[in-house]
């Protein structure tokens, strides 16, 4: 992303003079999907899009002017008021700014104009690197960086929760913040230990097709899924009074067969794929250690057919992708993200590449009068001050 465009707008659209610069990335996530709010674990790397934004304190009490360069947007707001704005996009920075002043930072008002080169509604989560940007950027123009990284994440997470009608685990905004250029995180959404595993698969190349079908987490079935997993977790816990059952992490699949005619065939389904899901990321994480990339590639398809079957988050397209991939032999491809569009990951051997690619836009353009497009996986560095 350019510093120099991003300041140019920043100096034109308010008073001439510059500010700090802050940037934060959007992510991918190798496998673990949905099982972050079920206490589970996940494996993500911060990529090399994001959002830049240019920030400065203006003087006065609690008035945010925000611009969007993209949406050429320009909104004015007092976030003390009670309501905050009406634009999505600006709700994100009312809902951080709050967050953060919930956290001790002491937040006035402030200038910001910012701008981004990760795809909008790709599943590669532009919402949680705008929550992580501007929260550096808060943290460092009021806070002295004395926030630490984990409650900056939670900070973004509870700006989903409380201001944009998301209920999304923590994945997203932990990779955007703890990100480091070359290695995937493992993260036990439970306990929140990880521990980072460097990723250069010698041979492969990790390549996202965007199915171009805009996913939108706020008001989808996201939530509901969530509540499917819940549910799950309430009846097994009535059924063990001596246990503690938090989340799915915490039962059994002889549970959940004990719970199946109470809950119902659909929730039994989303809680059927979690636990299953669980399991894979592990069966990964030793599969990376001992090199064995065709496991890795074997338990990515696992995963697409259970969000596509059990999970239902996947759609017509997304699921055409994951079968041309098949038909040319690429090692793994998933639904990569919440789903309901967006992208899937492919793990593809360096020679099929080319032919992969070259394959799919044309059936995909084929089928659907338009190309999946193509982004090739940059491992990157995590939210910093850029200047
Ligand atoms: C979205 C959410 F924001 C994450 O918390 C996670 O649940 C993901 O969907 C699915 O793995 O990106």
Same mark, same amino acid.
């Given at each position: +992303?350019?510093?120099?465009?991003?300041?140019?707008?920043?100096?034109?659209?308010?008073?001439?003079?510059?500010?700090?610069?802050?940037?934060?990335?959007?992510?991918?996530?190798?496998?673990?999907?949905?099982?972050?709010? *079920?206490?589970?674990?996940?494996?993500?790397?911060?990529?090399?899009?994001?959002? +830049?934004?240019?920030?400065?304190?203006?003087?006065?009490?609690?008035?945010?002017?925000?611009?969007?360069?993209?949406?050429?947007? @320009?909104?004015?707001?007092?976030?003390?008021?009670?309501?905050?704005?009406?634009?999505?996009? #600006?709700?994100?920075?009312?809902?951080?700014?709050?967050?953060?002043?919930?956290?001790?930072? %002491?937040?006035?008002?402030?200038?910001?104009?910012?701008?981004?080169?990760?795809?909008?509604?790709?599943?590669?989560?532009?919402?949680? #690197?705008?929550?992580?940007?501007?929260?550096?950027?808060?943290?460092?123009?009021?806070?002295?960086?004395?926030?630490?990284?984990?409650? +900056?994440?939670?900070?973004?997470?509870?700006?989903?929760?409380? !201001?944009?009608?998301?209920?999304?685990?923590?994945?997203?905004?932990?990779?955007?913040?703890?990100?480091?250029?070359?290695?995937?995180?493992?993260?036990?959404?439970?306990?929140?230990?990880?521990?980072?595993?460097?990723?250069? %698969?010698?041979?492969?190349?990790?390549?996202?097709?965007?199915?171009?079908?805009?996913?939108?987490?706020?008001?989808?079935?996201? *939530?509901?899924? @969530?509540?499917?997993?819940?549910?799950?977790?309430?009846?097994?816990?009535?059924?063990?009074?001596?246990?503690?059952?938090?989340?799915?992490?915490?039962?059994?699949?002889?549970?959940?067969?004990? =719970? @199946?005619?109470?809950?119902?065939?659909?929730?039994?389904?989303? #809680?059927?794929? =979690?636990?299953?899901?669980?399991?894979?990321?592990?069966?990964?994480?030793?599969?990376?250690?001992?090199?064995?990339?065709?496991?890795?590639?074997?338990? +990515?398809?696992?995963?697409?057919?259970?969000?596509?079957?059990?999970?239902?988050?996947?759609?017509?397209?997304?699921?055409?992708? *994951?079968?041309?991939?098949?038909?040319?032999?690429?090692?793994?491809?998933?639904?990569?993200?919440?789903?309901?569009?967006?992208?899937?990951?492919?793990?593809?051997?360096?020679?099929?590449?080319? %032919?992969?690619?070259?394959? #799919?836009?044309?059936? !995909?353009?084929?089928?659907?009068?338009?190309? %999946?497009?193509?982004?090739?996986?940059?491992?990157?560095?995590?939210? @910093?001050?850029?200047?």
């Amino acid at each position: +992303m350019d510093i120099e465009f991003v300041r140019s707008r920043f100096i034109k659209h308010f008073d001439g003079k510059t500010g700090n610069i802050y940037a934060s990335p959007g992510r991918i996530n190798l496998i673990g999907e949905h099982t972050d709010y *079920n206490g589970g674990f996940v494996f993500p790397g911060a990529v090399d899009k994001g959002i +830049m934004a240019e920030m400065r304190p203006n003087g006065t009490e609690s008035t945010i002017r925000a611009y969007s360069i993209d949406l050429k947007d @320009r909104v004015d707001f007092d976030f003390h008021d009670g309501q905050g704005p009406r634009a999505s996009w #600006a709700r994100y920075i009312y809902g951080i700014t709050l967050e953060m002043e919930k956290l001790g930072v %002491p937040v006035k008002g402030f200038n910001i104009a910012f701008a981004g080169d990760v795809p909008l509604g790709a599943g590669m989560s532009s919402s949680a #690197a705008m929550e992580s940007c501007f929260a550096c950027g808060l943290n460092d123009l009021f806070g002295d960086n004395k926030v630490s990284k984990w409650d +900056m994440v939670l900070a973004g997470q509870a700006t989903e929760h409380n !201001y944009c009608g998301v209920n999304c685990g923590i994945m997203d905004q932990f990779a955007s913040v703890f990100g480091q250029a070359g290695k995937l995180m493992r993260l036990d959404c439970r306990s929140r230990e990880f521990e980072y595993f460097p990723f250069d %698969p010698k041979g492969y190349k990790l390549v996202l097709l965007n199915s171009c079908v805009k996913h939108e987490l706020a008001g989808s079935p996201y *939530n509901d899924r @969530r509540n499917s997993c819940e549910n799950v977790v309430k009846h097994i816990a009535a059924k063990h009074p001596e246990g503690t059952f938090e989340t799915l992490r915490d039962c059994t699949w002889e549970q959940l067969e004990e =719970v @199946r005619a109470e809950v119902g065939e659909e929730d039994y389904k989303r #809680a059927h794929f =979690v636990l299953g899901e669980k399991d894979r990321v592990l069966a990964v994480c030793d599969a990376l250690v001992a090199g064995d990339y065709e496991t890795v590639g074997k338990k +990515m398809y696992e995963t697409h057919e259970g969000l596509s079957k059990e999970y239902e988050v996947s759609c017509e397209e997304l699921d055409f992708l *994951n079968d041309i991939a098949k038909e040319c032999g690429v090692t793994g491809s998933r639904i990569m993200g919440g789903g309901f569009g967006g992208c899937t990951i492919n793990l593809v051997k360096d020679e099929m590449y080319e %032919p992969f690619i070259k394959t #799919a836009c044309q059936k !995909y353009y084929e089928k659907y009068g338009k190309a %999946p497009k193509v982004y090739d996986v940059v491992i990157s560095d995590g939210s @910093r001050k850029i200047c």
